[in-house]
């Protein structure tokens, strides 16, 4: 037996979220051009319209936008391995907190004597009554070792867990469960002052970022922009790579990983290859949320933020790549307008959904629109 056939004899039934097997030639234009008016749109109307125009965009709203953006490429992250390889992580949290930390060591160490303490250390440092940087600390002042580091370090962690992981052959909800207690285990480590992470309170009060005001107009438009550019192009390298044949054997693992071995392909290797893709993923996801919204601590690591992201793929739909980024942007804007008018009942709301996908939308939202359009097409594929 070939290996394409073989291949094909895995995938016996169509891809979960693609029709057929079929992948859409065209979303990827259509997402990179919703991601680039929405971002120019809302850029223009922060910079050029006064603001006590009805048409200004305020800084919060850009600040609300990249944010979700950069949640939206968490969700893109996790359906890499949970849609496409059937690998469900309750940890993706911390592989986004790490790229965080990284960017606010950068950030702080960009304070200079300008904090509370007038001291070169950061200001939590000095409370502490420290007298040097700790080692960990020696290149966050380098912006060009910071971009370096965002990709390395969450990289190499996932690279190692993975390996061990894969290699025994953890599947299921154990991988899921020994996931989820690795973050929750680095959570309690950055909890903790002597480690030099800012201990509860994290990193914040940032200034300056490669020399400009970081609350200023015109730096949170170009970080806005950076964020839509990484958008785009982690879902168009996501495509590219799930329409390959790297993502056919991927798809083939999540439906008979015995099988694929049998054809002699070895399933560590790619599992493994996603898998650090997927985390350095959420760590530039990471790296761009800090300097946006102002602050990074160990709460980004709690069980409950990974669980969130694991929300936004089942409510957009899992195993289409364009449904995350639905989820994403459906999710946190619901929870932004709700936290404000009744932030009591958020929770409650949240919960609801994700009963109602789980019993009623298997497929989450694109999938529900798939099936209204094949309705109105007459049976035919959208």
């Known amino acids: 037996m070939s290996a394409e056939s073989c291949g094909h004899a895995t995938m016996a039934g169509p891809a979960l979220g693609v029709p057929g097997g079929r992948l859409w030639g065209r979303d990827a234009v259509l997402v990179g051009w919703v991601v680039l008016v929405a971002t120019v749109v809302a850029a223009a109307l922060n910079l050029l319209v006064p603001p006590d125009s009805v048409w200004h965009v305020s800084d919060h709203w850009i600040t609300l936008l990249g944010k979700i953006m950069c949640y939206a ?24 907190a790490l790229g965080g930390y990284v960017m606010g060591m950068y950030l702080m160490r960009q304070i200079g004597t300008d904090g509370n303490y007038g001291s070169e250390l950061p200001d939590f440092m000095v409370f502490l009554d420290w007298k040097e940087l700790p080692w960990h600390w020696a290149l966050s002042d380098s912006f060009a070792a910071t971009l370096l580091l965002i990709v390395l370090v969450p990289g190499l962690l996932a690279w190692v867990f993975g390996y061990f992981a894969f290699r025994s052959r953890i599947q299921g909800v154990y991988f899921s469960i020994i996931t989820q207690a ?54 168009a390298v996501s495509r ?29 290797s790619y599992k493994l290859a996603v898998w650090t893709l997927s985390a ?27 669980i969130e992201i694991a929300v936004w793929v089942a409510v957009g739909g899992r195993g289409t790549l364009v449904g995350p980024l639905v989820g994403a942007f459906a999710v946190n804007g619901a929870k932004s307008w709700l936290t404000v008018l009744a932030p009591e009942v958020w929770l409650y ?34």
């Open 73 to 96: 490429i968490c969700a893109l992250a996790l359906d890499m391995i949970w849609g496409y390889s059937g690998i469900l992580s309750l940890g993706h949290g911390l592989f986004f």
């Open 182 to 235: 690795l973050t929750f285990a680095a959570m309690l480590l950055f909890y903790r002052n002597e480690t030099g992470f800012g201990g509860n309170n994290g990193f914040t009060d940032f200034k300056r970022i490669v020399g400009f005001p970081i609350t200023a107009s015109e730096t949170r438009v170009a970080l806005l922009a950076l964020t839509g550019l990484a958008l785009v192009g982690c879902y």
């Open 240 to 268: 590219w790579l799930v329409g390959s044949k790297f993502g056919r054997v991927l798809q083939a693992i999540r439906d008979a990983e015995s099988r694929v071995m049998f054809c002699g392909y070895d399933p560590l």
């Open 280 to 306: 350095i993923m959420c760590a530039v996801a990471g790296a761009l949320y800090v300097p946006q919204v102002g602050i990074i601590n160990p709460r980004e690591m709690s069980p409950a933020a990974s």
């Open 349 to 382: 709301v949240l919960g609801a959904l994700f009963v109602a996908v789980t019993l009623w939308m298997p497929d989450g939202l694109v999938g529900l629109a798939r099936r209204w359009a094949q309705r109105l097409l007459g049976g035919r594929q959208p």
